[in-house]
């Protein structure tokens, strides 16, 4: 068998959904861990899409290979109005503009950051996790969230980030969060993206102040990765948290 990388197994993924109590919140989580995997891994945090969850596709696009194929440890909570916060789960759409009026009206940022804090100390307990070897994936909605995250957070070692730029209401702050990012960066773009302009997305990633980082355009709309793009950022957090 393979994943969807192309490459061959050589773990299974053992899943366990947990929560995390963050101030007054309660956070839906999520682990993959390797079974039979011995001492210490690497952690990669994913960011969800809006109107996606802990265990969408896009999540587990990425998480798979991640375990599977180099042994890491993968965990995801749900976004605001996301995946298990909501009393019952609704259509993608339905989902999608909840979160566009959420994030338009604003202040769901620092409670999104301090959710994944408190995720991230609980995770860096497990003896299964290498605290000197976490990287973060999210684009899109994971870019809104996580690119703040990742800009206050000095144990996140690597990042993937892209598809969101400042052409969108309230996304100004995130150009002042890039500029506090010193880690290596792959940032996504796609060609033809629908929902964001290719200069809102630039203005972003020059903004980053990291010494290696690197901007990737890819063909096609405001799609999950897939083909390249899925290869190429599993590929960057594996060569940047990888054991010796």
């Known amino acids: 068998m393979s994943t969807s990388s192309g490459h061959p197994r050589q773990f ?3 899943e366990q959904r947990f929560s995390i109590q963050a101030q007054d919140r309660r956070v839906p989580a999520v682990t993959w861990i390797p079974a039979g995997a011995s001492g210490p891994r690497p952690l990669v945090l994913i960011g969800h899409g809006g109107s996606g969850h802990k265990t969408s596709q896009l999540v587990l696009d990425a998480a798979m290979p991640l375990v599977q194929v180099h042994g890491f440890v993968v ?3 749900d976004g605001p109005v996301h995946g298990d916060r909501r009393a019952s789960l609704d259509a993608g759409a339905a989902v999608r503009d909840e979160f566009r009026a959420l994030w338009a009206a604003g202040g769901s940022v620092d409670s999104m950051i301090a959710d994944w804090r408190a995720t991230l100390d609980h995770l860096c307990t497990l ?4 605290p000197q070897a976490i990287g973060w994936y999210g684009i899109s909605m994971g870019t809104a969230y996580g690119l703040p995250f990742v800009a206050c957070e000095p144990r996140i070692r690597a990042a993937v980030l892209g598809m969101w730029g400042t052409s969108r209401v309230n996304s100004g702050r995130l150009v002042e969060d890039a500029r506090r990012v010193t880690i290596p960066v792959l940032f996504q773009q796609k060609s033809e993206d629908e929902f ?3 200069e809102g997305q630039v203005e972003i990633y020059e903004a980053l102040a990291s010494r290696e980082k690197q901007l990737a355009v890819y063909a096609g709309g ?7 793009q899925l290869l190429d950022l599993v590929g960057f957090l594996a060569s940047q948290l990888q054991q010796d």
């Open 222 to 228: 405001h799609t999950d990765p897939v083909g390249t």
């Open 75 to 77: 965990a995801a909570i």
């Open 127 to 130: 003896p299964e996790v290498d």
């Open 12 to 14: 299974q993924a053992v």
């Open 196 to 198: 964001f302009t290719s």
